[in-house]
């Protein structure tokens, strides 16, 4: 590898990116073995290596699953066909785990509450948790060296099942895997990750801990118990805590692939997560040539799958196929965006523009961070209706509740758009049951108002919205979704600890009855 001023003359070698693609599925599957064993679990161990008979076959993982999911909407749909309301339905097609997030998510969305409110509305418990930034791996992957590529994508997916932190969890993972590919130093790193999330979120909180306890000179463990310590308030099984430990593991484990995976679980909580995420990290960098053969013959290349419809999503069978079909993804995606970091089978050569962009996050609160994770799009046969609350649409009879009303895609000049509510009885809004607003091509139009909730029907109330748009005869049909407060929620605490050894006994017997 080498650098150039040159800009746009940036390339990576096609036999390195994809020994680096294998290292971080080879990382993510032997990190997941290593940890699921022990997770939920709170204790601090002393892990060294795998402690179950594995023959040659690794654990099913969901951290895996859910991205080979993506995978196939990928491939279905093409990368910049991909939004969050289309990663929704392929989580309704294909994921079967109903596991906290993931179920709150999926019943979301039958209620027609759709991405993004899919994840921040009644999911307080586990809006904050580990569910989204152990699926992070495919977005880096597609997009090696630009993570500011990667994000929207990231951020797409995360929303599905979390919002606040569970999102910026992800987006750190995205961004820290993505520039791996193209930068070794783990702490610059680090800092590409923490500059493109909120510097006063959780995760950044966190992460930062795990760093200054280890430029002090503390141990991981002193490290760990800050971080726990840090984290009471938001209790286990959340994802600041969680990221923070695989910083923990790369950190103390300086570079040593084993030494940085014992570390991640043995910090404790969702270790089969963290360890996962650490080792898919250290994969990229290291590649799949860099992993030692004694971490990769227990596991062998098989992907287990414990949280899909297998027979329907049709998956990879092993880590070799899934990172060929991804390199595939990455290719098609290259002749889609010719700006994107090019394969070649030449020399890698990277732009000093290129590694300057991994220190600079302001594009990503440009394109990502100022997205509203109440709002949402309908497509209607022409243009697009855009609907977003000042809060979640959750609430009770009497509450009032903000909406804005956007429309966008007519071809011509000064088309009057009209918004009429068929209001349920007993429903009303200050502006009155119907509103309009003048269009103009290419531009995006809105007006706001102010709903006032009567008596709801059933727990949920689908209000139709009627769009009128000058010059044509036809209305266009929209629903606008609300929730009755205290109808549906998750009961507060996380699981026990006898859900995790239960739960931990039928995936070693799904993986037994595998071999």
Known sequence: MFH??????SFINEVEYRDKVRGCWTGKNIGGTLGAPFEGKRDIFDIKFYTQNLNGNPAPNDDLD????????????????????????YWLAYITGPWNEYGVAKYNMACGLVPPLSGSCGNEQWENSNGAWIRSEIWACLFPGEPDEALPFAWADACVDHAGDGIYAELFTTALESAAFVETNLRKLIDCALCRIPSNCRVAQSVKIAIEEYDAGHDWQTARNRIVEDSADIGWFQAPANVAFVIVGLLYGEGDFGKSICIAVNCGDDTDCTAATCGSILG?????????????????????????????SAPPETLTELAERVIMCKKDADQANPTLLRLTSGETVFDLELLNQLADGKENQKRVLSRSLTAFETELPIGVLGVEFDRVPVLNPG????????FRGTMTNCRAVTFDWQLPEGWSCAEGPSQSVMGMMGAKFSTSIRLTAGEFSDCMEYIPLIVRISGRMTPYYATVPFRRANTTGVKAGSPDQPYWDNRNRRLAMIAESAK
Do not use: C, M
Request: glycine share 10%; hydrophobic share 45%; no cysteine.
């Open 4 to 9: 150039t001023n040159q800009p746009g003359k």
């Open 284 to 312: 990229i960098i290291l590649g799949r040539s860099g992993i030692p053969e004694k971490w990769i013959a227990p596991i062998g290349d098989a992907i287990k799958t414990v949280a899909i419809d297998r027979f329907q």
């Open 66 to 89: 859910l991205q080979l999911v993506w995978l196939k909407a990928i491939e279905d749909n093409g990368i910049y066909h991909l939004n969050e309301r289309l990663l929704g339905e």
């Open 399 to 406: 509450e009032d509740i903000g909406i804005a009303l956007s």
